[in-house]
């Protein structure tokens, strides 16, 4: 993030540190569990070259207060539309990185008048499969382990040895160097406190609990646009698939040679395609009526295949959601 200064305002009495750079149509920036604004720096500058960019420290997380407070995700999504009230901005495409798309999703889901476009990066809410080392936060002795993990000489010696892990030339190991700075960032009892209290809301032993499935059709008229490192340990790539079905008009990138953090791994390609993604799609408008007939309508049925020859017969809700998103 350069010499982009952090600011700081105060939200529900609770201190909330930010970055903002450039000008033009705003992205909103949402990093990952156990990270901060800075998983950014590698594409604020390319990205502020045509966009205003926010990068916020989410509550619990980097510079901003950690509180014991509501670590939900529709807690998040309410902290962003107050953060971006207090900065005087109305719309934004979100941009959520891991537990940054749950949020983002819900961020879209909650206020879809202040939602232009939808971007999600090795998203969180796509499928139940996420790393064990996830899952291990909600077991009984994580923040005892944690502790011991945070003293100062063990810390720095699995901090090395990470290091030295991610430097070998394997995919399997490419995001180690990501889980040494998290593991950092729990030296501090408050936000280890903080990514119990978020991890329990979403993930259990069996994996992700939240999920924008029986969301999706929702977002038929906003535009999307959906960001995986094929190598990604962390949540599987096929995730980027369900994607794909559940948001048949999304804009799905796969990229190669990359883990879970693909903004890191290949910053030009991803600001190319964050920027390119903006600049080849209306924002959203918000309709409130249009909003009800989705609500109404429910999940849209695929197309049924028809025979040869003869064209294929389409339910009257996709008929209707199509009118919708050519602005009829």
């Known amino acids: ?25 705003v992205l909103l920036l949402l990093h990952g569990l156990g990270c901060d604004r800075t998983t950014w720096e590698p594409v604020v500058e390319r990205l502020a070259e045509r966009h205003t960019v926010i ?41 959520g990185h891991s537990f940054g798309g749950g949020v983002a999703m819900q961020f879209a889901y909650q206020f879809p008048e202040r939602t232009e476009r939808l971007a999600l990066v ?59 700075d998290i593991l950092e960032s729990f030296r501090d009892p408050r936000a280890r406190a903080a990514i119990r209290h978020v991890v329990r809301g979403v993930v259990d032993w069996r994996g992700q609990v939240v999920t924008m499935a029986d969301r999706a059709y929702l977002t038929a008229a906003m535009p999307m646009c959906v960001v995986w490192g094929r190598d990604d340990r962390v949540i599987p790539v096929r995730h980027a698939e369900n994607a794909a079905r559940l948001a048949p008009a999304a804009r799905v990138e796969v990229l190669d040679d990359a883990g879970h953090f693909p903004h890191k791994d290949h910053p030009e390609r991803f600001a190319e395609i964050l920027t390119d993604f903006v600049a080849s799609t209306r924002p ?34 996709v008929a209707r959601v199509l009118r919708l998103v050519r602005g009829a």
């Open 1 to 25: 993030m350069g010499a982009t200064t952090v600011q700081v305002v105060e939200v529900h009495g609770h201190r909330r540190a930010y970055v903002r750079a450039g000008s033009g149509p």
């Open 55 to 95: 990068a916020p420290d989410l509550l619990g997380h980097g510079l901003s207060d950690k509180p014991r407070a509501d670590y939900s995700v529709g807690g998040y999504a309410n902290g962003m539309r107050d953060l971006l009230t207090v900065l005087g901005i109305d719309k934004v495409t979100v941009v």
């Open 122 to 180: 090795a998203s969180g809410g796509l499928g139940p499969e996420v790393t064990p080392l996830i899952r291990a936060v909600t077991t009984p002795g994580y923040h005892q382990a944690m502790g011991v993990l945070s003293l100062p000489g063990l810390r720095h010696a699995v901090r090395g040895g990470l290091g030295a892990l991610e430097r070998l030339p394997l995919s399997a190991t490419r995001d180690l160097g990501e889980v040494a």
């Open 284 to 317: 959203a408008t918000y309709s409130r009526a249009r909003w009800r007939r989705y609500l109404v309508d429910g999940p849209v049925a695929p197309p049924v295949q028809a025979e040869a020859g003869r064209a294929p017969v389409q339910p009257v809700p």
